[in-house]
């Protein structure tokens, strides 16, 4: 034995022993100890639970006396105890780290002190915030922490507080001061005087006092910003508050030994009870215990540092059934994580974003997350309420998305983030750049955590999916690469998260199975997770909300909807047109739409411009069935309001008279004939849908039942979802049974409809939470995704889709004794409808469960299979697109006004931005638009700016937008707007630019400002 062993030997045995069987934690300690032989060791756990830690510290330290011990047990020993936590006993046992009597003394007065005040500090003090940030502070371990919170969970607080200060007198001396500091950081301030006999919050003369009389710098939410100087003053008042305790102390009788001994003694056994020791166990706490004041601080946003963050340090807790499901993605592999909406699936991304991050950190790798999403909102909401709110105050983390306006390119921004939160598509430009050697763009190679919302979208032409071809391609030539010993492109983890995956459309089971495993192969997974073990928990997690039907009766009478039939027969005699569909009807729609389109490919104006307004009316019509007359009748009286101020009016800028068409001429005189009995009729309450009145009682039901009622109303438009809220405020009765209702809608543009910006739906969301807002009215912008838990009431409002939309807008219904109604009217389908979806739910379910109990060799054969058609097909169809733009000149394009057959340009004029905005900046083409003003455009994105709506000169037509890109203005086209004459006379209309197998010039902004530059000198 070597002398250092010895002088340990002689310290535990003859010295400290009474004083370490005080400061030691054996379980963790035995987990680091490999010279006790394993019977001793699990004596000594057995001691533990029986007799608890000081008995069992006792026999361990028995046990190293008289056992025999191997050359360096001795250092093995300190190094355990420094690694459980209990870095004061290992200065005792190590030679050269004994500390000194005076920080004993002070050690054994704080102690003492805690002791004396223990009743107060059980019974007043929030022990999950304490140990929370104690755990923050250094003051506690990590497994501390989580006994804290689990005796807490068990056994209530006064547990847990005692639980906690047993470990804080075991920990390092010095620990007094910090203890103070986070007593105040946790709103304790009378608990943090009692232990000093010191006010520090009384304030000086000078000093600024809030209400609550504490001095104005330290109330903030956040810890104070002080200066250089005011910290070493906050420092010296620490010591000497801790100094001040010998006074305070001065007339107990006890020296330190004994206080440390015998006394510490009474600490165990009066303050520590063996029942709450043996109720420690360490258990999965649920993961929304936080108090209401972290609570409002996380909700606070703020692009400041890890400690301005405006977020408190708060920890991650998963339930059994989120631990369940997130195993596999913890020890690295790629999975699908599928659960209910409301039930956590965020959570679980960030406690595996935080433990990714952990262990790679441990490795010496460099790790970096990247969370997508489909939505913009969803930006916002994932980092405010989730990834921000608990990884702030640890890593970088930011957010991307259309509505954001950052001044450095989305490339600096992966640089110089940890984790980041972007929507999908600007990955996907920026992976696109990363192939341009002018550009500046990213790798996938950059992130090694891919975190997917909502990736049951990952499949066809999405933007998912384009992500994950990059990926799977990737991985094939890394399959290539290893075979051949070469380097490999490093590629990131992959986590996808949905509710529902659905069955794309399957009638057979096999073919759900199919859509399961082709999901899976696209975004690699190795596993589909769904909760098996836990489903008990699940289930009493996320309750199935109580499911209605309300159906309303077929109209007796519909005058309304007779006149508008009668116009629209008008018009099809005007233009010998023959629907081969009733009016009002999808079927209907699609048929105008391809009239429409014919029409304008042969450039016939008569026929587009009928079409046109036959669509209107048949939109007019489907709200009539929707909302109230008097909405339906306001919607197709605006449309012509902006015929007439188009082509009836005199031009605004010139003052000349326009061109008006036959055509244009009947078809307004048309609606103005009709238009006073349409009115008259709209105003006639007994004429009105019975869905209306269905919709009217379920709410009034709903909101009378229960006493905080939240509810969602789903609607099929914007249109009907603006109207339907203008009903609700126009009705007195909704507002006596406590009904406070806005509308939800998309930002998208669109120019009948204002859209609502984000800013505008997050404003929305939030009072909803608040419970400002009772009642929203909303698109399906709300059934993906957007985090609305107090909701107890979810109604779908004749509006039935698939079954992934089922599941989502069912899981709104988050809260307890939740309602789920469906309100229809009688044969339309509508109940048949969500029938099938249900049958569908029941064949995903059934189908994933087949799936997952698939033998590992069958399902990566079956995975590899997938992903290999899958590139084949991708590459057969990039093939015959690359043929097709070959063949394609842009100069043989030429494009037409789809409002009057005019030249407006070539395609040669066309230029792109950023493969997706179409320009045309040359001076003839400016000679031949005006801009007119559309304040639902005026929003700021990423590089650009749009300003307002580009109309043709002669018979404003709407062109597309004006853009601010980087300082100059573009006007941006819509194809939509254009007929394209081809080179072989051939004349088409498009929706998108994609359409068009056609490689157009990418716009050189340089060049461009050169040449204004030169162009306005010479002038």
């Known amino acids: 034995m070597t002398t250092s062993d010895e002088n340990g030997l002689w310290l535990i045995r003859d010295c400290f022993m009474n004083t370490l069987k005080h400061l030691i934690r054996v379980e963790p300690v035995l987990d680091f100890i490999t010279f006790i032989q394993p019977e001793d060791k699990e004596t000594i756990r057995r001691t533990a639970k029986e007799k608890g830690d000081i008995s069992a510290a006792e026999l361990l330290l028995q ?59 059980v019974d007043k003090m929030n022990a999950k915030d304490v140990a ?62 009692q232990l000093t006999g010191v006010n520090i919050f009384e304030p000086e003369e000078g000093q600024t006092v809030e209400e609550d009389g504490k001095p104005g710098v330290l109330v903030a939410d956040q810890e104070p910003v002080v200066n250089e100087e005011q910290s070493e003053q906050d420092n010296s008042i620490s010591l000497d508050n801790e100094k001040s305790l010998n006074n305070s102390l001065a007339d107990n009788d006890s020296n330190p030994e004994e206080s440390i001994g015998d006394e510490s003694g ?44 405006g977020f408190p340090e708060l920890d991650i807790h998963l339930r059994h059934y989120q631990m369940e499901v997130a195993l596999p993605a913890l020890e690295g592999k790629n999975i699908i994580i599928c659960l209910p909406t409301g039930s956590g699936k965020t959570r679980v991304a960030v406690y595996i974003t935080r433990e990714h991050l952990v262990k790679m950190k441990a490795n010496e790798t460099p790790g970096k997350v990247v969370v997508l999403v489909n939505k913009v909102p969803l930006v916002e909401q994932h980092y405010r309420t989730e990834f921000g709110k608990f990884l702030k105050h640890l890593y970088k983390v930011e957010k991307v998305s259309g509505d954001s306006q950052l001044k450095i390119s989305f490339s600096d921004v992966v640089k110089k983030t940890d984790i980041l939160i972007c929507t999908a598509q600007i990955l996907e430009n920026s992976l696109s750049n990363a192939n341009k050697e002018d550009e500046e763009g990213v790798l ?61 459309g399957a009638r057979k089971q096999s073919k759900a199975e199919e859509h399961i495993l082709k999901i899976c192969a696209n975004l690699d997974a190795y596993k589909i ?61 699609q048929w105008a739409v391809q009239k429409e389109k014919t029409a304008a490919k042969e450039e016939n104006q008569r026929d587009r411009v009928c079409a046109e307004h036959l669509r209107k009316y048949n939109d007019t019509l489907q709200l009539n069935d929707t909302i109230r007359m008097a909405d339906a009748f306001d919607y197709v009286k605006n449309f012509y309001k902006e015929v007439e101020r188009k082509k009836f009016q005199p031009d605004e800028e010139t003052g000349a008279e326009r061109e008006i068409s036959e055509t244009d001429r009947v078809l307004f005189n048309l609606f103005r004939d009709n238009q006073k009995e349409l009115e ?110 107090q909701c107890n009431i979810v109604i779908r409002y004749g509006l039935v889709t698939n079954e992934i939309a089922m599941v989502q807008a069912r899981g709104r219904a988050r809260a307890d004794e939740s309602t789920y109604a469906l309100v229809a009217q009688e044969g339309t389908g509508v109940v048949e409808r969500e029938s099938v979806n249900s049958f569908r739910e029941t064949m995903m379910n059934k189908a994933i469960a087949k799936v997952q109990k698939l033998p590992r060799a069958e399902y990566m054969k079956k995975i590899l299979g997938f992903q290999m058609q899958s590139i084949v097909e991708k590459k057969v169809q990039a093939k ?59 929003k700021r994105l990423l590089d650009y700016q749009v ?9 404003t037509q709407t062109w597309g937008t004006m853009m601010l890109h980087r300082g100059v203005e573009c006007p941006c086209l819509g194809i939509r707007h254009f007929v394209v004459v081809h080179s072989d006379k051939d004349t088409k209309t498009y929706n998108k630019w994609n359409e068009l197998k056609t490689k157009f010039t990418s716009f050189d902004y340089v060049e461009h400002v050169s040449l204004a530059g030169s162009s306005s000198d010479d002038d």
């Not at 077929?554 to 569909?581: A, L, N, Y």
């Not at 300003?947 to 018979?955: A, L, T």
Request: hydrophobic share 30%; net charge negative.
């Open 880 to 938: 015959k697109k690359q043929q097709k733009v070959l063949h394609e000149d842009p100069s043989k394009l030429k494009f037409l006004c789809k409002g009057c057959n005019r030249l407006v340009c070539s395609g040669e004029n066309i230029e792109v931005i950023e493969d997706s905005h179409h320009v045309n900046v040359t001076e003839a083409f400016k000679e031949l638009f005006v801009v007119r003003e559309n304040k639902s455009l005026q």
């Open 266 to 309: 009474n600490l165990e056994s009066d303050l520590y009870s063996a029942d709450a020791e043996a109720k420690g166990n360490e258990r999965l706490s649920e993961n929304e215990d936080v108090s209401p004041d972290q609570r409002s601080q996380a909700d606070a946003t703020d692009e400041g540092g890890a400690k301005s963050t």
């Open 444 to 504: 996938l190679s950059d992130f090694s955590l891919m975190i997917i919302d909502e990736c049951h979208h990952t499949q066809k032409a999405g933007v998912y999916n384009n992500i994950m071809t990059r990926y799977i391609n990737q991985k094939m030539k890394n399959m290539r690469l290893r075979k051949e010993n070469k380097k490999e492109m490093p590629l990131p983890q992959i986590l996808g998260l949905t509710a529902s995956p659905g069955v794309g």
């Open 947 to 955: 300003n307002g709506d580009i109309e043709c000169k002669h018979c």
């Open 132 to 193: 929370f940030r104690c755990y923050a502070q250094n003051i506690l371990t990590q497994e501390d922490k989580e006994k804290i919170t689990a005796e807490v969970t068990n056994s209530g607080n006064t547990s847990g507080a005692r639980l906690l200060l047993k470990r804080i007198v075991q920990t390092e001396a010095g620990w007094f001061s910090n203890f103070l500091e986070v007593l105040r950081f946790c709103k304790h301030e009378d608990l943090a005087e």
């Open 529 to 589: 997770m769904t909760v098996q073990k836990n489903a008990e928990e699940l289930g009493e997690k996320v309750k199935e909300p109580y499911k209605t039907f309300a159906i309303a009766e077929e109209r007796r009478e519909d005058p309304f909807g007779d006149v508008i039939k009668r116009i629209m027969q008008e018009i099809h005699r005007h233009c010998t047109m023959h629907p081969s569909s009733d009016p009002g009807t999808q079927n209907y729609e």
């Open 680 to 789: 008259e009729l709209s105003r006639k309450p007994e004429y009105e849908n019975e869905k209306l009145a269905q919709l009217r009682k379920t709410i009034l039901e709903q909101f009378t039942r229960k006493g905080e009622a939240r509810g969602i109303i789903f609607t099929k438009t914007r249109q009907s979802a603006i109207a339907l809220h203008q009903w609700i405020k126009d009705n007195d009765k909704f507002d006596e049974v406590g009904v406070k209702a806005n509308y939800l809608i998309g930002a998208g543009h669109n120019s009948i409809v204002k859209p609502m910006t984000p800013a505008e739906q997050r404003d929305v969301i939030e009072k909803f939470r608040t419970g400002e807002i009772n009642l929203i009215v909303a698109t399906t912008v709300a059934e993906e995704g957007l985090d609305i838990k």
């Open 63 to 121: 046990t190293i006396v008289n056992k025999p011990r191997s050359d360096g047990w001795l250092r093995e020993f300190v190094t355990a105890l420094e690694s459980a936590g209990c870095k004061y006993a290992a200065k005792y046992v190590d030679p050269s780290e004994l500390p000194p009597p005076s920080l004993e003394a002070t050690n054994d007065y704080c102690t003492r002190l805690i002791e004396l005040l223990a009743p107060d500090l």
